[in-house]
């Protein structure tokens, strides 16, 4: 899995990208729990699943940005939502570390559940989410401060007493990054190229050590090199990490995750967008014989 | 259907289909009405400066900031007392105004609620305190802190009048510096779990601090050139000693200025024209730190 050659193939049949699986995912029930389909060999299972949702539907004031969505994300798999714009996605992503507080108008109703725990209970806290679900945004965003002091953010607001120096390189390390930057940790993380400045971000993301890394297009603002190391990290990141990733990028999914959902958006009369949740499958399943026509078209290019 | 090129302006046989007219009269008029406009400003301040440079020169000297003031020779007056006592009565100005202007802009910007009539509310009435005359101001001190609360004509009284004053520009002019911060910084850290508090203090503010110091420093450069409050006040004119504490007398230079133009030997414009020269300069040093600090924090994202 963590041979970029081996990723240009997901297109092909099922059975011979098998081996992409995530080796970091429980090995036995195939198909897993929630997943009709049991001929595909190896699919990761959804044992355990760290996101349950149920129901969940987001309004912006009265708008309904998107209703009724039902899917299960499992443990230290990458997950990718793939969809037309406008058809929540994104939002999506955002219940799942409470980014949508941040919106006065936005109003979560339904079930999304953390580790059979209500994620918008009354007593949870959004700071104690975040630590540990973190997010890396469509563009790059690092603070205007040097590279070192990117990834140790995090650990100190956290109130981290450890030695800064070592989970620091270790971080970078871990994220592809220390060797192309090791001799300038003290310059400005805003000297970075994009596609560096994307990976420091990641780096400052699982620097305060995460279960989930939930990822807002993150390739979309880079080019075709950058976007390549961004997916090699996050193949490597899924042996630890739960990802959920949005992404335009249909072939992304496709290289990268192993569960899709795909949204599309219903335009009601008043030519307003409401996303729905149309297939959730494996990824081998969503892009070599998905069950709803709407997937089949927009997957085969015939809209959106 | 004809080639349009040939009815557009049709150029004269024997010149370059492209060529347009040499001179288009309206545009040249319009660059001269532009060029005019701006020469009123600019002769104008050229004239005003001449004017005080020729009445002050023969008093730009030592005797300026080393001599108090004196009404019966003009030839050893000078302006210690108003240019200490500015600066007394600025540096407590700053210190009183500009924590509270900046948090109260943190306030705004960060915690309040939009969408509540309240916070709209003092939004508008801020905007609205920032156009009241400054006399106004003059008299509120006057009345409520001078005499009701007992402060007397003092430097305490002044500074905190003069911060009233510029209160508003000074919460105004940090609002802005706070909004022009990206977003995508505050989301960045929020969602690495930091607190709104974490975020503020430690990516906004940072950020922020370039474009409130010099909003805040223009502020302070329209509170040292005020007259009318202090005047108001009892900024005496006549004062022979430095301020030495929050309750002393003072006077300050633009009140010093207006006492010597209103005597009538010409000895004594002389002095004025000098002390608004140093008025001129501090106020240029003022702006010029400002425009340094923005240069020399400016970011960029």
């Not at chain 1, 939502?81 to 955002?94: A, D, E, M, N, Y």
Request: glycine share 6%; aromatic share 8%.
């Amino acid at each position: 899995m963590s041979d970029p050659t081996s990723r240009p193939d997901a297109h092909l049949p099922a059975q011979q990208r098998t081996d992409m699986s995530a080796p970091g995912a429980p090995s036995e029930a195939p198909g897993g729990i929630k997943s009709p389909q049991v001929s595909f060999r190896s699919a990761p299972s959804l044992e355990a699943p760290v996101f349950e949702v149920g129901s969940l539907s987001v309004y912006y004031g009265s708008h309904e940005a998107v209703r009724d969505v039902n899917l299960t994300v499992g443990h230290r798999q990458i997950t990718a939502l793939i969809g037309p714009s406008g058809c929540g996605k994104s939002t999506v992503l955002r219940c799942f570390n409470r980014m949508n507080d941040l919106i006065p108008t936005a109003r979560v109703v339904g079930k999304i559940r953390y580790h059979d725990e209500d994620l918008y209970g009354r007593e949870v806290d959004p700071i104690e989410v975040r630590r540990r679900i973190g997010m890396v945004f469509q563009k790059p965003n690092p603070f205007p401060k040097s590279i070192y002091d990117n990834i140790a953010y995090g650990p100190r607001v956290g109130g981290f007493k450890g030695n800064l120096d070592d989970l620091v390189e270790e971080t970078l390390t871990h994220a592809a990054l220390w060797d192309e930057v090791k001799d300038k940790l003290k310059s400005s993380a805003l000297a970075l190229s994009g596609g560096q400045q994307q990976r420091l971000c990641i780096a400052r993301t699982i620097a305060v050590k995460p279960e989930v890394v939930l990822m807002d297009e993150p390739c979309s603002a880079l080019d075709p090199i950058a976007t390549a190391k961004i997916e090699d990290l996050m193949e490597k990141l899924a042996e630890e990490f739960t990802i959920v990733i949005v992404t335009h990028n249909m072939q992304q999914a496709a290289r990268v995750s192993h569960r899709t959902a795909f949204f599309t958006a219903d335009v009601d009369d008043k030519g307003e967008r409401h996303g729905r949740l149309v297939e959730y499958d494996e990824t081998e399943r969503i892009f070599s014989n998905p069950s709803d026509r709407r997937t089949e078209d927009y997957i085969s290019g015939r809209f959106g | 259907m004809t080639a349009p090129v040939k009815e557009v302006g049709a150029p004269a046989p024997g010149r370059p289909m492209l060529a347009g007219p040499r001179w288009r009269p309206g545009e040249s008029l319009f660059r001269w009405l532009l060029l005019a406009c701006l020469s009123v400003g600019i002769v104008f301040l050229i004239a005003l400066l001449a004017y005080v440079v020729g009445e002050a020169w023969p008093r730009l000297d030592s005797r300026l900031w080393n001599n108090f003031p004196s009404i019966r020779r003009p030839e050893n007056a000078g302006a210690q007392s108003a240019i200490f006592g500015t600066i007394w009565v600025i540096s407590f100005t700053a210190l009183f105004c500009l924590p509270t202007g900046i948090m109260a802009a943190i306030y705004l910007e960060e915690y309040a609620d939009q969408e509540r009539w309240y916070n709209r509310l003092i939004e508008l009435n801020i905007q609205n305190l920032a156009a009241v005359p400054s006399i106004i101001y003059g008299i509120l001190g006057l009345g409520l802190l001078a005499r009701q609360l007992a402060l007397g004509t003092t430097v305490l009284t002044a500074a905190l009048t003069l911060s009233l004053l510029v209160l508003p520009v000074v919460i105004i002019a940090s609002r802005e510096a706070i909004r022009a911060v990206p977003q995508s910084i505050r989301h960045a850290s929020l969602a690495l779990g930091a607190t709104q508090w974490q975020t503020v203090w430690r990516q906004v503010l940072p950020a922020a601090v370039p474009g409130m110091a010099t909003g805040s420093i223009l502020a302070l450069s329209r509170a040292i050139g005020e007259a009318a409050p202090v005047i108001m006040l009892g900024a005496v004119t006549f004062v022979m000693f430095n301020p030495e504490g929050l309750d002393s007398s003072y006077t300050v230079l633009p009140v010093q200025i207006y006492n010597w133009i209103s005597q009538s030997r010409t000895e004594f414009h002389h002095l004025a024209a000098a002390a608004i020269l140093l008025l001129l300069v501090i106020l240029l040093v003022m702006n010029a730190a400002a425009i340094w600090l923005r240069n020399r924090y400016a970011r960029r994202w």
